[in-house]
């Protein structure tokens, strides 16, 4: 088996990169079984997101680097900021709140054993 990183990238993820690193840090280095088992039982929205991006880096390891899912792990989670949504929300007395969305990029690198 050749020991070619694969990887997977989630762009404009609409949840902040603060709530991903939280979630983020509980699975780096563990199997991929252990991460799965790991992440179903966290009742947070960041954990959805990565079992959907581990599930494509792990899909792409067996289609393209045709390498067997029991043998890897994940290398890297890697989490970046991108630029923030501007919105605006009209309330009483015709003023305007302004907030703002938070989007995030994810990329998770798996290696083999």
Do not use: C
């Not at 680097?65 to 949504?85: F, H, N, R």
């Amino acid at each position: 088996m050749s020991n070619e990183n694969m990887t997977a990238i989630l762009k404009y993820a609409t949840i902040s990169d603060k709530k991903i690193l939280l979630v983020s840090k509980l699975v780096k280095w563990k199997n991929i079984q252990e991460a799965f088992d790991i992440l179903e039982n966290i009742p947070k929205k960041a954990a959805k997101i990565l079992i959907k991006v581990i599930k494509s880096a792990v899909s792409n390891a067996v289609n393209n680097g045709k390498q067997k899912a029991s043998s890897l792990y994940i290398d890297k989670i890697e989490v970046s900021k991108w630029p923030k949504i501007k919105r605006i929300r009209f309330t009483s007395r015709s003023r305007i709140s302004h907030y703002e969305k938070y989007r995030s990029f994810i990329k998770v690198v798996l290696n083999t054993k």
